[in-house]
């Protein structure tokens, strides 16, 4: 598995993670009675607050996450090669992170699907509004919708680097 699958994978996993915990959080609030359908500010602080979770969440599991895998990658090239230096297990770091062309390729046609998807989802918020539903029911439309079109981005990396851009 590739370096960016692997990373596509962690970035999938802890927005799922995020999301997740932001419906827990809020379906239990709202059962609680803290949250209600007619206050809205609650809710966007709610919120707010769960997109700085997730910021940093992902800053801080993305570092995490290439410091466990540079060790991963010098650990395997002392195994294979016992008089292997330093300055070499640094190169065959770099070398396994390196980004090509048809990483940005994929980058940039997963991250189209994604908008795509969080473009349909702020339209549905806009349609709740005329359709007399809480402005709460549009406000957590817009952060689930972009959220979901986060992580199908994520799917959509794995399925080109699994597939191939042109046929996939």
Same mark, same amino acid.
Request: proline share 1%; net charge negative; charged share 15%.
């Given at each position: 598995m590739?370096?960016?699958?692997?990373?596509?994978?962690?970035?999938i996993?802890?927005?799922?993670?995020?999301?997740?915990?932001?419906?827990?959080?809020?379906?239990?609030?709202?059962?609680?009675?803290?949250?209600?359908?007619?206050?809205?500010?609650?809710?966007?602080?709610?919120? +707010? *607050?769960?997109i700085?979770?997730?910021? &940093?969440?992902?800053?801080?599991?993305? @570092?995490? $996450?290439?410091?466990? !895998?540079?060790?991963s990658?010098?650990?395997?090239?002392?195994?294979q090669?016992?008089?292997?230096?330093?300055?070499?297990i640094?190169?065959?770091i770099?070398?396994?992170?390196?980004?090509?062309?048809?990483?940005? +390729? *994929?980058?940039?046609?997963?991250?189209? &699907?994604?908008?795509?998807f969080?473009? @349909?989802? $702020?339209?549905?918020? !806009?349609?709740?509004?005329?359709?007399?539903?809480?402005?709460?029911v549009?406000?957590?439309?817009?952060?689930?919708?972009?959220?979901?079109?986060?992580?199908?981005?994520?799917?959509?990396?794995?399925?080109?680097?699994r597939?191939?851009?042109?046929?996939?």
């Amino acid at each position: 598995m590739s370096y960016q699958e692997k990373r596509t994978i962690v970035s999938i996993f802890t927005g799922f993670v995020i999301l997740a915990a932001y419906c827990i959080y809020t379906l239990n609030r709202y059962n609680s009675g803290i949250l209600t359908t007619s206050e809205l500010k609650p809710w966007a602080s709610t919120i +707010l *607050i769960f997109i700085g979770i997730g910021i &940093v969440a992902s800053i801080v599991i993305q @570092i995490v $996450f290439h410091i466990l !895998l540079s060790i991963s990658v010098a650990v395997v090239k002392k195994i294979q090669d016992e008089s292997i230096d330093d300055e070499e297990i640094e190169k065959s770091i770099n070398l396994e992170m390196v980004e090509d062309e048809m990483d940005k +390729l *994929i980058d940039l046609k997963s991250s189209q &699907v994604g908008f795509f998807f969080a473009g @349909i989802g $702020f339209v549905a918020a !806009l349609i709740s509004l005329v359709l007399n539903y809480s402005p709460v029911v549009m406000i957590n439309i817009l952060f689930i919708s972009f959220s979901v079109g986060s992580l199908i981005e994520g799917f959509v990396q794995l399925y080109f680097y699994r597939k191939g851009i042109y046929h996939g």
